[in-house]
């Protein structure tokens, strides 16, 4: 079936420490991005990563297609990291609608 | 850099009312998508747009429609509302259909019925 799957689904980490959350994938599904969900409900665009690694700042991310799945990690974590992580994937059968995991809850802590 | 606008942000309506949630993609994207995310829940598909036809089609009520228009925005129309509607609504834009490039997402409309 069509599935993205991520974990863990709840982090709580402190201040300063590094993280990585996981996302799989199924076989129908491609072209991954990442998002962070604040707080306040917006959807930030983090990655578009069909494959191979990108970093922005404190983020990086990286897919490997072939074995159907991608990685976020964080690193020095701060509070304004707190929200909710997405991965999403086009699904092959679509017009280009995203699938999306259920989500990693990151709690930054002071 | 330009992004998605959507309006309004808040919306509060009575059930069995009709609510117009309105979206502006980013200049030059002809493609549109409404996604709906209730309480503690993922994203989920409803519809879509490109070029002002409709391209694709998910868990959409059939008490909701939605069209594009000339100018590429796009709103999504909520008739007869239940207390299950309240949810954020997000449209997203990118250029194009297939899925080949990002699809950037708006602020939301959080819709509440009481």
């Known amino acids: 079936g069509i599935q993205v799957e991520q974990s863990p689904p709840d982090l709580i980490l402190q201040e300063g420490a590094n993280s990585t959350l996981r996302c799989n994938f199924s076989d129908s599904v491609n072209n991954l991005q990442w998002f962070h969900q604040n707080p306040w409900g917006q959807l930030i665009n983090l990655f578009y990563?069909?494959?191979g690694t990108k970093q922005n700042g404190r983020l990086s991310a990286t897919t490997v297609a072939t074995e159907r799945y991608s990685l976020l990690y964080i690193s020095s974590s701060q509070t304004t990291d707190s929200g909710v992580y997405f991965c999403a994937g086009y699904y092959g059968g679509s017009q280009g609608n995203l699938i999306f995991g259920k989500g990693t809850k990151l709690s930054v802590k002071p | 850099a330009a992004g998605v606008i959507q309006s309004p942000r808040h919306l509060i309506k009575e059930k069995r009312e009709t609510a117009t949630l309105k979206c502006y993609p980013i200049p030059r994207h002809d493609t549109v998508y409404w996604y709906q995310q209730g309480p503690g829940q993922d994203p989920q598909f409803l519809i879509s747009f490109y070029e002002k036809m409709q391209s694709d089609k998910g868990s959409i009520p059939d008490r909701f429609s939605a069209q594009q228009f000339s100018d590429y925005h796009s709103e999504l129309n909520m008739s007869s509302l239940e207390l299950g509607d309240s949810a954020l609504y997000f449209c997203?834009?990118?250029?194009?259909?297939?899925?080949?490039?990002?699809?950037?997402f708006g602020p939301g409309t959080r819709l509440t019925v009481l």
């Open positions: 997203a834009s990118r250029p194009g259909l297939g899925a080949y490039n990002e699809q950037f």
């Open positions: 990563i069909p494959s």
